[in-house]
C-alpha cells in the first residue's frame, strides 16, 4: 500500500506542479495582503478614536457611540495592563487574590501562574506577530481559501482517471478498487495537510516580519467551556456567554497556532472526503471541479 500511495503522490504533484507553484504565489500575496491589513492595539486605539469622533459629530446611533467606547475603553486598559506589567510582583498578587478566594479570579490567577512559570517579559504580552497570524487564521475568509487549494488540486483525483493514459498501470498490473481508492485518499491526506501547514508558516512568517515574533510565549486560552449567562452586559466587547471554573487552559501563543493547523487538518479530512465523493461520480473533472466551486460559494452564502 506505501507504494502505491508513493506513486500516487508523485503523479498528482508532476500533474499539478504548475497549480501548485500558482497556489504558493497566491498564498504568498493573500497573506501578504491581509497581514497589512492588521494593526497593532495602539493603531486600533487610534482608529477606534477617529470613528467615535465621526459618530459624535454625524450624530449617528447611541447604542453604536457607546460601543465604540467600550472598545475604546476595553483597548486602552490592556494597554495599560501592559504598561503596568511588573513580573517582580506576581506572586504578591497571586497570594492576595487566592486569600480572596473569589472564583471570579480564577483565570486572573491562572493567567498569573502561567507568566510566573514561563518568566514572561513585558514585550512578551504585547500583541505582535503571532496575535496577528491567529487572529488572521480565525477568519472566514482563510478557510474558504483552504478548500479552494483543496478543490483545485484535488477535486479530479479520481474523476481524472477516466481520461486517456492514466490507468496504465492498473491495466498491466491489476489493482483493486478499494486500494486504488484508499491510497488516493491518504495523498489526498497528506497533500491537504501539507498546504495548511505551508499556508499557515508562510502567515506567520509574513506577520513576524511586519510586528515581529516576540509574543511567541503570549498567553492563550484553550479548552474554555461556556455557560449562557443573561446577567452579564452584553457589548461589543463582551458576551453573556460566562466560562465555567476551571475548564479554561492558558498555553503559549504557538502552541495555539500549532493547535489550529491540527484542528485544520481534521476539518480538512471531512472536506477531503466530500471532494472525493464527489469525484467518484464524475467521469470529467471540469464537471467535478464545477460541483465543488458551488458548494464552496453556497456554504459561504450561509455562513455570511
Request: net charge positive; hydrophobic share 45%.
Amino acid at each position: 500500500m506505501t507504494k502505491y500511495i508513493w506513486q500516487e503522490l508523485k503523479r498528482v504533484l508532476i500533474k499539478k506542479k504548475i497549480s501548485l507553484i500558482i497556489i504558493l504565489i497566491v498564498t504568498i500575496v493573500f497573506g501578504g495582503i491581509n497581514i497589512l491589513k492588521q494593526k497593532t492595539l495602539e493603531e486600533q486605539l487610534e482608529q477606534a478614536k477617529i470613528i467615535l469622533n465621526d459618530q459624535i459629530k454625524f450624530k449617528e446611533d447611541e447604542k453604536a457611540i457607546n460601543d465604540t467606547k467600550q472598545e475604546i475603553s476595553y483597548i486602552e486598559k490592556t494597554l495599560s495592563s501592559i504598561k503596568n506589567y511588573d513580573k517582580s510582583k506576581i506572586d504578591e498578587k497571586i497570594l492576595k487574590l487566592e486569600k480572596g478566594n473569589n472564583t471570579q479570579n480564577d483565570y486572573t490567577i491562572s493567567l498569573l501562574k502561567y507568566e510566573k512559570k514561563n518568566n514572561i517579559e513585558k514585550n512578551q504580552i504585547m500583541p505582535k506577530g503571532m496575535y496577528a497570524a491567529i487572529d488572521f487564521l480565525a477568519q472566514p475568509t482563510v478557510a474558504i481559501f483552504y478548500i479552494l487549494i483543496l478543490i483545485i488540486l484535488l477535486s479530479d483525483i479520481i474523476s481524472g482517471e477516466y481520461t486517456p493514459n492514466t490507468i496504465k498501470m492498473s491495466l498491466t498490473k491489476p489493482i483493486s478498487r478499494e486500494r486504488i481508492i484508499i491510497s488516493k485518499f491518504a495523498v489526498s491526506i497528506i497533500i491537504g495537510a501539507s498546504a495548511i501547514i505551508i499556508s499557515t508558516i508562510i502567515f506567520t512568517v509574513e506577520a513576524g516580519i511586519r510586528f515581529g515574533l516576540s509574543d511567541y510565549k503570549m498567553p492563550f486560552d484553550v479548552g474554555a467551556k461556556y455557560i449562557l449567562n443573561k446577567s452579564l452586559p452584553l457589548t461589543v466587547t463582551t458576551s453573556q456567554m460566562e466560562p465555567v471554573r476551571n475548564s479554561i487552559s492558558i498555553v503559549p501563543l504557538w502552541s495555539g497556532i500549532v493547535r489550529f493547523m491540527l484542528i485544520a487538518i481534521l476539518v480538512s479530512t471531512a472536506t477531503i472526503s466530500i471532494l472525493i465523493f464527489i469525484s467518484t461520480l464524475c467521469r470529467k473533472s471540469l464537471i467535478s471541479s464545477i460541483i465543488n466551486f458551488i458548494l464552496v460559494i453556497v456554504t459561504s452564502l450561509i455562513c455570511i
